[in-house]
C-alpha cells in the first residue's frame, strides 16, 4: 500500500463527465489498495469567468492596485476550486468510494499574505491523515490556502501543481502523479517542433529550469517543492482510458528524477525552452555606485514584482545601464513604479521598455562538463539572423533574450543543432 | 450615525450591472453616515447551476441520502454566496468606498451539523465591528455557517434572510433592511388577486404566520430570529433606483413591528397566505395507545424532515388516523421511512399520501379578539364548493388543506370576504 497525490487539470476536470472519468481512474487506483489524496484544479474556463465578472465591476488597473481588491479576487478566484473538491468527492461517493472534501483554510495550507501570488508556508496533516487512517480519499483544492490573519489566498497561475506537491511534501507520499493535458516532458513544445521528443525522466534541476523558462508543464514552484523535500513527481496524460491497467499508468509519462543516472550524463541538452510572457525594461543612464542594484529593484520587489533576467552593463563615464525583465502582465505596474519612484530617487536619465521580446533556453545537466555547448547556441542564432539582445547563463543553462518574432524559427533551429529530434542512444 | 444590515438577494445580484446597482445603493447609505453590513444571496441561477453539476454526477435520491454527501452538497452551494460578497466588495472599492468581504466560516457564523439545513448558534461580531469602526462596509455571504468540526453548512434555501437577521441581532443593528424583488408584505399575492394591497406595517407575529404558510416574501427563520431579538426588519424593494432619496428609502416598504398598534387592531385579517409546498400523508389504522404519535413522528423528525400539519383524528375500534402535512420535496422520504420503518413498528394498517394539495391561511392579530372570523373562511370556502380536508387553528391565524387546483379560486374569495381589497380606514 503506497500513499499516492493526484493532480488534475482544469481541462481534466472541465465537465462533470470528465470529473466521472477522474473519480473512476482514482477509485481504481484505490482498489488497488492505495491511500489517495486528490488535489483537483478549477474546472476550466472557471478561474477566468470568475476574474471576468470582477473586471466588469473593476477597471483593469484597480483590480490589482490595492491589497484590499486583491484580498477579494482572491477569496472569488477560490471558490473555483472548492466547486471542483465538493464535485469530485460526490462523483467519489457515487462510485462507492468514500471521499471527504477540503478547502485549503480547512486542511489548512497556511501561507503568507501576498494576495494572488501567495506562497505555502506549513501544511497541517493531522485531519487529512484521520481520514486516510479511516479509509477514505482526501481531496483538497489546488491553488490556495489560508494566511495568519484567516483571509484566503491563491497561490497564483498554475498553484495547484504547488498545492500538490506541497501536500505530497507534508505527508511524505510515496508519489506525486500530475496529471495534466500532455503526456509527459518534451525536448521542446511539439506544436513549434513537431519533432520533439517526449523524455521518460529528466531530473530536478533540468526540470526547475524548464519550468522557469516557459515550459508550461509544470509550475516552477510545484518543481521547488518537489526539489527541496525529494518528492518523487510524475507527470502524465489525464487522456488515457481512465480503465488502462494501472501498472502500466504508474510507468507512463515523465518522473523526475532527483539522482544523476548515466543516461542522462550523455545527453548534453535536454531540452528547449521558451517564454513569451516577459517584457525587457532597461534604467538608461543610472550613476555608477554602491548600491544601485538595490536601489532600483527594491522598489519593484516591495511591490511585488518578480524580476528575471537581470543584466548590469560595464559603465562609461560614471553612468551604466541597468537592464531586467519582468512578467509581461507586471510591465506596465513595473514601469510606473521606476518613473514614479527610482527615476527621482537615482537620478537615472531615463526607463525604456519592450514587450515584444522572448526568451529561448538550451538546458542541460550534462552541460556541466561540456565546453562549447553556449558557443554553438549562439553560432546557430547567427546563422539564422538572429540578434541575441541578452545573455545569461548557469550551470544547466543558457538563455537569450531575442526579437519575440524569431522565437519559432530559434527553438527549431536549436532543437536541431542539439539533435534533440535523434532518439537518445 | 446607525448601524444598519442591508440583505440583498438573488435577482439583486443577478449581474455585475445589479451588482454595481447594489454598491451604489450601499454607497449612499454609507455617504450618509450609516455604517453598514451587507449580506448578499448567491447570483440568482449560480445556485441551481451548483446543485445541478452535483445532480449530473450523483443520481437525485442519492445526493440528500448520506451526511456525507451533504456534507459536500454544502460545501459545493456555499461558493455562489463567496463570489457574490467578492463582487459586492471589488465593486463597493471602485466606488471608493472601503469595503471587505467574509465568508460565514471567517466570521464566524457558527451552526450545528444538520448539512443542507443548519441552524445558526452563534455569531461572532469581533472581527465584523472592528472593520466597521475602521470605517469598512462589511459583507458577509449569507446562507452558510460552519460547524464545530470546521465544516461548512448551509441553512437551506432563503437562508440568508435569516443570516442578515441574525447578523443585525448579533450587532444590535438599528435596522434590518431586506431587498427583494417585491416592494414589501401584501395581503395576499398580487399575482393571485391583482387587488392585494401593500402593508405598511404588519406585526412579527402575522408575519411569522405569513412567512411559515407560503408567503414568500422572507423564510420564516429570519423572522423567527426578527421576534426573539427585535430586531427592525423592513421588506422593501431593490428594484428602486438606487438614487432615489434615503429618506423616501428608508420609510418604504414593510415594516415588521413588535408592538401592537390601533391601526393593526383594526385589521381582523391582515392577509390571506398560501402554499402548494406541502404533501399530506396519513397513517390509516394506527392502534390507539400512548406514545403512538411519536412513534410515527420521531423516525421522520430523525430523518430530519420537518412536519408542518398534524392531525390525528379520534378512533374507531381502537384504530386511529393520523395525518400531517411534510415539504413536497420530502415527499418521497417521509413515504419509504412511514413503509420501511413506521409501519412494521406500530402495526399500522397503510400509509396513503396526496402531494396535490394545498394550504391556504387567513391570517392576523385581529382574530385574537373577534369571534367568527373562522366560521367566514369555512363558509366562503363551502359557497364556492371548495371541500376542506384537514384544518388547523392557531391564536392568529387558521389554515385549510384544500385540493390544490382550487388554490386561486380559495385565496380570491377570501380575499374579497375579509374586504382586503378595500384601504384600511
Known amino acids: 500500500m503506497a500513499l499516492i497525490v493526484h493532480k488534475y487539470g482544469g481541462t481534466s476536470m472541465g465537465s462533470t463527465e470528465r470529473i466521472r472519468s477522474v473519480a473512476q481512474r482514482v477509485a481504481k487506483w484505490v482498489r488497488a489498495g492505495h491511500q489517495l489524496v486528490v488535489v483537483p484544479s478549477a474546472m476550466s474556463g472557471e478561474t477566468n469567468r470568475l476574474l ?48 471527504v472534501s477540503y478547502g485549503g483554510w480547512q486542511v489548512p495550507i497556511k501561507t503568507d499574505s501576498a494576495f494572488t501570488k501567495a506562497r505555502i508556508e506549513s501544511i497541517d496533516d493531522t485531519r487529512v491523515r484521520a481520514d486516510l487512517a479511516a479509509g477514505k480519499v482526501v481531496i483538497i483544492t489546488g491553488f490556495q490556502g489560508i494566511d495568519s490573519q ?65 515550459s508550461k ?14 518528492v518523487p513527481t510524475r507527470v502524465l496524460s489525464s487522456f488515457t482510458p481512465w480503465d488502462i491497467p494501472l501498472d502500466e ?20 541538452v535536454a531540452g528547449i525552452a521558451f517564454n513569451r510572457d516577459e517584457a525587457k525594461i532597461s534604467v538608461i543612464g543610472v550613476p555608477d555606485k554602491p548600491g544601485i542594484a ?31 525583465t519582468v512578467h509581461r502582465n507586471d510591465y506596465a505596474r513595473t514601469m510606473a513604479v521606476l518613473e514614479n519612484t527610482v527615476l527621482p530617487a537615482t537620478g537615472a536619465a531615463r526607463v525604456i521598455g519592450d514587450a515584444k521580446i522572448c526568451k529561448v533556453s538550451i538546458v542541460g545537466i550534462g552541460m556541466r562538463s561540456h565546453v562549447g555547448v553556449a558557443s554553438t547556441m549562439f553560432r546557430t542564432l547567427s546563422e539564422e539572423g538572429i540578434n541575441i539582445q541578452m ?15 524569431y522565437m519559432e524559427l530559434a527553438v527549431r533551429a536549436l532543437h536541431k543543432a542539439f539533435d534533440l529530434d535523434q532518439p537518445s542512444a
Open 391 to 405: 545573455i545569461t547563463t548557469s550551470e544547466i543553462k543558457t538563455s537569450v533574450v531575442i526579437d519575440e518574432k
Open 52 to 99: 471576468g465578472l470582477a473586471k466588469e465591476l473593476v477597471p483593469d488597473a484597480a483590480v490589482a492596485s490595492t491589497d484590499e481588491a486583491r484580498r477579494e479576487l482572491d477569496a472569488l478566484a477560490a471558490t473555483g476550486e472548492q466547486v471542483s473538491v465538493g464535485l469530485l468527492a460526490l462523483a467519489l461517493q457515487a462510485q462507492g468510494v468514500p471521499a
Open 249 to 268: 499508468e504508474a510507468r507512463s509519462g515523465t518522473l523526475i528524477t532527483f539522482e544523476e543516472d548515466e543516461k542522462m550524463e550523455q545527453a548534453v
Open 150 to 214: 484567516g483571509n484566503v489566498t491563491t497561490l497564483g497561475r498554475g498553484g495547484s501543481d504547488t498545492s500538490a506537491v506541497a501536500v505530497a511534501a507534508a505527508l511524505k507520499a510515496d508519489e506525486c502523479l500530475i496529471y495534466t493535458d500532455v503526456d509527459g516532458v518534451y525536448t521542446t513544445d511539439p506544436r513549434v517542433v513537431p519533432e520533439a521528443r517526449r523524455l521518460s525522466t529528466v531530473s530536478f534541476e533540468e526540470m526547475l529550469e524548464m519550468a522557469s523558462l516557459g
Open 217 to 230: 508543464v509544470l509550475q516552477i514552484r510545484s518543481v521547488e517543492f518537489a526539489g527541496k523535500y525529494r
Open 294 to 324: 538595490y536601489q532600483i529593484l527594491g522598489p519593484v520587489a516591495d511591490a511585488n514584482i518578480d524580476i528575471d533576467v537581470i543584466i548590469q552593463n560595464v559603465s562609461h563615464d560614471g553612468r551604466t545601464d541597468f537592464s531586467f
